[in-house]
């Protein structure tokens, strides 16, 4: 199995995929590298490709409430970002990502993934799926920051403003 392949074989949204197809997307897709401490994406940025960890890490943070970063999550070899700009719609990025450590990263373009996905119903759901979950761990990370910076405990299920 090619390098590519391998890289994408333990995606859980392409499990669905024969060894063939897999093969076709990775000869698709290219491998870049990215030296610690350079952005890969930028927050608010058009973003038209998913992102592949084959090696090293990255970092996805997010402007905070007070304009420090917010560190989302640490993403290393075999996990993924950018999943949102396959969907269609806005393909602005809703987190920044930068290298922690010298990487590389295999990138598969929006143009790269439609033929699989067109012909894959599941897997757009999938996708679908992951996008709006990790959206939503966003969402709540954000809020926490929010609500600890005016003195509640993070992770609360409920808040109670009080106004005296």
């Given amino acids: ?3 590519n392949a391998a890289s994408l074989v333990d995606l859980p949204f392409l499990s669905s995929l024969d060894a063939k197809s897999l093969e076709r997307l990775a000869a698709k897709a290219r491998l870049t ?27 996805v943070f997010a402007a905070a409430f007070n304009g420090t970063d ?11 970002f950018g999943e949102q700009a396959l969907l269609g719609g806005p393909t602005r990025t809703t987190a920044s990502v930068r290298a922690l450590e010298d ?5 598969l373009s929006r143009a790269a993934l439609a033929g699989v996905i067109s012909a894959d119903h599941d897997l757009f759901a999938r996708l679908r799926a ?35």
């Fill in 70 to 80: 917010l560190v989302l999550a640490r993403l290393d070899r075999g996990q993924w």
């Fill in 1 to 3: 199995m090619p390098a």
């Fill in 130 to 164: 992951d996008a709006a979950a990790r959206s939503t761990f966003r969402d709540f990370q954000l809020q926490d920051q929010l609500f600890s910076s005016v003195g509640l405990a993070p992770g609360a299920t409920q808040y109670k403003l009080e106004s005296y």
């Fill in 33 to 59: 590298r990215v030296p610690a401490g350079d952005l890969v994406l930028r927050e608010g940025v058009d973003n038209d490709a998913l992102y592949v960890v084959a090696e090293g890490a990255v970092q």
């Fill in 103 to 107: 990487s590389k990263l295999l990138v």
